[in-house]
Nanobody, 118 residues
Framework: QVQLVESGGGLVQPGGSLRLSCAASGGIFSIYAMGWYRQAPGKQRELVAT???????NYGDSVEGRFTISRDNAKNTVYLQMNSLKSEDTAVYYC????????????WGQGTQVTVSS
């Protein structure tokens, strides 16, 4: 069982930056693809970014060029650097771990709120 704990959310003005962290425990971190997803009120959860154990990344269209996902396998942590934040980025951000060989083994964190507002 993998446990994921997100941190780093908060209130930021439009144009500002935040860095989210997700610390993983209970599994072999390097065999999991990691990802960030978000869910705004009244909307479905959507992909923000994913990163494989080898460092290959994928981004949602709405964040491409503004957000950067990275991981530190030695610290069992994945990060999401968010720049040029917009009001439409306001959402609860969730960390996800998906086993590379058994995709049905997928775990979620509890989420962290990001609010972009002046």
């Amino acid at each position: 069982q993998v446990q994921l704990v997100e941190s780093g959310g908060g209130l930021v003005q439009p144009g500002g930056s935040l860095r989210l962290s997700c610390a993983a425990s209970g599994g072999i971190f390097s065999i999991y693809a990691m990802g960030w997803y978000r869910q705004a009120p009244g909307k479905q959860r959507e992909l923000v970014a994913t990163i494989t154990s080898g460092g290959s990344t994928n981004y949602g269209d709405s964040v491409e060029g503004r957000f950067t996902i990275s991981r530190d396998n030695a610290k069992n942590t994945v990060y999401l650097q968010m720049n040029s934040l917009k009001s439409e980025d306001t959402a609860v951000y969730y960390c996800n771990a998906r086993h590379l060989l058994i995709p049905s083994m997928s775990y979620w964190g509890q989420g962290t709120q990001v609010t972009v507002s002046s």
